[in-house]
Every structure is written in structure tokens, then in C-alpha cells.
């Protein structure tokens, strides 16, 4: 049984840039697929993008395209995800989820909110 | 790149009572790579169905998804009080990984 961890709350100024952990344990970190999805207050999810660890290579949804970067740490079964030139609009709730490579998303963290405030 | 719609937006039913939630795509999913996720307010969604059929991991029987090629359903066959959530449909299946979501249903109590 998978488990992911990650980081905690945070609020940043419009402009800058955030970047929120997720950190497995229980399973084979390198086998699965992570991806980020997001959800803004009272709204739907949004996948934003994914890894596979073992291959390193990620996917982005199109709109978040030069925006967010997606990393994977093998050593520490740690993946990233950083996202720059925050507005007031990325605001949500920020979830990283796991699975088999090819498959769906199985295991969940329990989200990290991120505020973006003046 | 697929586009998910789901319908109905809400869906205000008793306690006992058969859901059917649709969910229909854009252009065909291949190999019917197709999730379903329960989420709950303040909780992170957790995967009811995949391959549009297959229940997930503890995943009660009164749950049970279908469909191929561009709709698909899932159903609810009677209503217990902790199914009162909002479901949501996704594609999934590719290497990096992708998962386009739909927009979503809410079952709320009628």
C-alpha cells in the first residue's frame, strides 16, 4: 500500500513561485506514474502534468506548458512539483497522485493547500 | 486532446435510490482506460472504478461502471448515505502520464 506525504501550506506573492513535495513510501517509488492535480475552491480537478520516475521524463497539460516543471528524487521517493509566476487564479488545493504506469491514479496525497495573496 | 462532459450536473436523489451518472468523451478512449472517483468534501478523491468496469481495490459491488468508445456510466444501485459525494470521470493511459478530468457530478440528498 502506497502512502504519500506532502508539504505543508503555503502563501505566496503573486509573481513568485512554489514548489510542493510529495513523498512516498510502502511501494516501489521508481514503478509508479505521479501526477499533480489541482483544485481550485469550489471547483473541479485539473490534471496538471506527471512523471515517471524510473524514465524521468514528464508530460504537462497544455495550459500550464512553461509554467510547471515536474521532478522525481529516486534516492528519496520524493517527487516535486514547482509552478512559477503565480496569480491569484492558482490558488487550490494541490494533490499529487500515484499509479501504475499506464494506469489510474490509485493512491493520493492529502493535498497542499497554496494561497496566492498580495 | 480528449474533452470530458459529464452530466447531469446534480443529481438530488433518497437514500435507496439507483443512480446513473454519464459521462461521455470527445473523441474515443482507447482500451477503455476510463476512471471514476469518488470525492467527498475536504478529502482527496479516491478511485472507484478503472477500465470503465473494473471495481478498484474495496470498492463496494453496489458500484459498478460501463461503456466503451465515447460514453460511459456509472451507477450506484442503491444510494447509501456516504455515497452522497461528487464523481468524477477521467482519461487515463499514456506514458508519461496524462488524466483529463470531467467536470464532475454531485449526488446530493434529496
Known amino acids: 500500500q502506497v502512502q504519500l506525504v506532502q508539504s505543508g501550506a503555503e502563501v505566496k506573492k503573486p509573481g513568485s513561485s512554489v514548489k510542493v513535495s510529495c513523498k512516498a513510501s510502502?511501494?516501489?517509488?521508481?514503478?509508479?506514474?505521479i501526477s499533480w492535480v489541482r483544485q481550485a475552491p469550489g471547483q473541479g480537478l485539473e490534471w496538471m502534468g506527471g512523471?515517471?520516475?524510473?524514465?524521468?521524463?514528464?508530460n504537462y497539460a497544455q495550459k500550464f506548458q512553461g509554467r510547471v516543471t515536474i521532478t522525481a528524487d529516486k534516492s528519496t521517493s520524493t517527487a516535486y512539483m514547482e509552478l512559477s509566476s503565480l496569480r491569484s487564479e492558482d490558488t487550490a488545493v494541490y494533490y499529487c497522485?500515484?499509479?501504475?504506469?499506464?494506469?489510474?491514479?490509485?493512491?493520493w496525497g492529502q493535498g497542499t493547500l497554496v494561497t496566492v495573496s498580495s | 486532446e480528449i474533452v470530458l462532459t459529464q452530466s447531469p450536473g446534480t443529481l438530488s436523489l433518497s437514500p435507496g435510490e439507483r443512480a446513473t451518472l454519464s459521462c461521455r468523451a470527445s473523441?474515443?478512449?482507447?482500451?477503455?482506460?476510463l476512471a471514476w472517483y469518488q470525492q467527498k468534501p475536504g478529502q482527496a478523491p479516491r478511485l472507484l472504478i478503472y477500465?470503465?468496469?473494473s471495481r478498484a481495490t474495496g470498492i463496494p459491488d453496489r458500484f459498478s461502471g460501463s461503456g466503451s468508445g465515447t460514453d460511459f456510466t456509472l451507477t450506484i444501485s442503491r444510494l447509501e448515505p456516504e455515497d452522497f459525494a461528487v464523481y468524477y470521470c477521467?482519461?487515463?493511459?499514456?506514458?508519461?502520464?496524462?488524466?483529463?478530468f470531467g467536470p464532475g457530478t454531485k449526488v446530493d440528498i434529496k
Open positions: 497522485a500515484a499509479g501504475k504506469i499506464f494506469g489510474p491514479f490509485d493512491y
Open positions: 510502502g511501494g516501489t517509488f521508481s514503478s509508479y506514474a
Open positions: 512523471i515517471i520516475p524510473i524514465f524521468g521524463t514528464a
Open positions: 473523441q474515443s478512449v482507447s482500451s477503455s482506460y
Open positions: 477500465g470503465a468496469s
Open positions: 477521467q482519461q487515463y493511459g499514456s506514458s508519461p502520464p496524462k488524466g483529463t
